[in-house]
Nanobody, 115 residues
Framework: VQLVESGGGVVQPGGSLRLSCVAS????????MSWVRQAPGMAPEWVSG????????YYADSVKGRFTISRDIAKNTVHLQMNNLKVEDAAVYYC?????????WGQGTQVTVSS
């Protein structure tokens, strides 16, 4: 089982990044997918989630209207489009696949927002 995140980097406030998470080793369409972030010294924060069929997506209040989650079943990939980034969005972003039986995590990708 693998979840491999990519797309992190350094961006100025107001900028955009698109995170990707490629899944392998399990049935991607069976899992609900989420993004969770953790800033240094802080507890993990759930950011966004999407259901198995991509019919519903969910966002933390702190990112609502700025972030968009999507999934490509054919490519076993989930994306997080992040626009109008703020300094407080800086964190390591983790991809999470979860079902009634599974709970998988990626290694994380660093997002730095700095002028």
């Amino acid at each position: 089982v693998q979840l491999v995140e990519s797309g992190g980097g350094v961006v100025q406030p107001g900028g955009s990044l698109r995170l990707s998470c490629v899944a392998s080793g399990f049935i991607f369409s069976d899992e609900r997918m989420s993004w969770v972030r953790q800033a240094p010294g802080m507890a993990p924060e759930w950011v966004s989630g999407i259901n198995r069929r991509s019919t519903s997506s969910y966002y933390a209040d702190s990112v609502k209207g700025r972030f968009t989650i999507s999934r490509d079943i054919a490519k076993n990939t989930v994306h997080l489009q992040m626009n109008n980034l703020k300094v407080e969005d800086a964190a390591v972003y983790y991809c999470n696949a979860i079902s009634d039986y599974d709970n998988y995590w990626g290694q994380g990708t660093q997002v730095t927002v700095s002028s």
